[in-house]
């Protein structure tokens, strides 16, 4: 039995600091290098977010090649038993992500820090300047396309009476008046609900108590498909990770984002 087995996917500081130095845990650093030297909860390994991606334009928050996430997770000491704990310093946006690559290998143990660092700090939990040794061991990985959304499968499913696009840019991205690719504006049908916008300054950055009910006034609900996206599937991260804390049964992450949508030919696009 796992000492994890009975927590849900959101924890909270304490429910970590406890659990530290159980066998199975892989804890998971999506800060930044700076960040992570300064001062990192103990025993975590550091991921430079970038190697989440592709990285590779016009659409760099694509996944990465199987090759890559077999040498990042082979570096963490992934096996089937592990379960991992994530947080950045953001409010979710890289944990999230990162939680979407688990997903993508199929690995489902896993837990992230409510907060994240912000949590951490705010509750005087103790830091670490120590850094955890990397595994050498090669891992083969399994690649599930459940938990993707390619813009052939998007297209396919605009106008669908069940399906919920959640655009996680800025509001003056989704209207069209800040452009970031060739095409301004948002994907047809698209809800616009910012990253941001379900995170609680007031708490840490914590995710918001109330998000279900926003979340529903716009008509994300747990019925429908919900496909988020932003520009590289960063700040979407934090929004796939919101619909999973949810328990929405069907979430996938359009890792193409705005920044593959809104430099092809064929895309339609509303302002």
Request: hydrophobic share 40%; proline share 7%; charged share 20%.
């Amino acid at each position: 039995m796992t000492a994890f087995a009975e927590l849900p996917l959101l924890i909270e500081p304490a429910h970590l600091a406890s659990r530290l130095d159980a066998p199975e845990l892989i804890l998971v650093d999506l800060t930044s290098s700076a960040r992570y030297a300064a001062g990192h909860i103990p025993g975590a390994y550091f991921v430079d977010p970038k190697r989440t991606q592709l990285g590779q334009p016009p659409a760099p928050g694509l996944l990465p090649e199987q090759a890559q996430l077999e040498q990042l997770f082979g570096e963490l000491g992934h096996n089937p038993n592990a379960v991992y704990v994530v947080y950045d310093d953001e409010g979710g946006g890289w944990a999230g992500r990162f939680i979407w690559l688990l997903d993508v290998i199929g690995h489902t143990r896993y837990h992230y820090l409510d907060g994240g660092l912000h949590a951490w700090l705010a509750e005087d939990c103790e830091l670490s300047t120590a850094v955890p040794a990397v595994h050498t061991q090669p891992v083969a990985l399994q690649l599930d396309s459940a938990p993707t959304a390619t813009r052939e499968y998007l297209q396919s499913r605009l106008g669908a009476a069940d399906l919920a696009i959640w655009d996680a840019r800025a509001p003056a991205e989704y209207r069209g008046e800040k452009a970031l690719a060739q095409k301004a504006g948002h994907i047809p049908g698209a809800i616009n609900f910012e990253w941001t916008a379900g995170m609680d300054p007031a708490r840490a950055l914590r995710v918001r108590q109330d998000i279900q009910a926003q979340l529903s006034s716009l008509g994300i609900t747990a019925d429908k498909e919900i496909i988020t996206h932003c520009q590289t599937h960063h700040r979407s991260g934090f929004t796939y990770l919101a619909a999973k804390l949810l328990g929405y049964p069907r979430v996938k992450a359009y890792a193409g984002s705005w920044g593959e949508w809104g430099n092809h030919p064929d895309t339609p696009v509303e302002r």
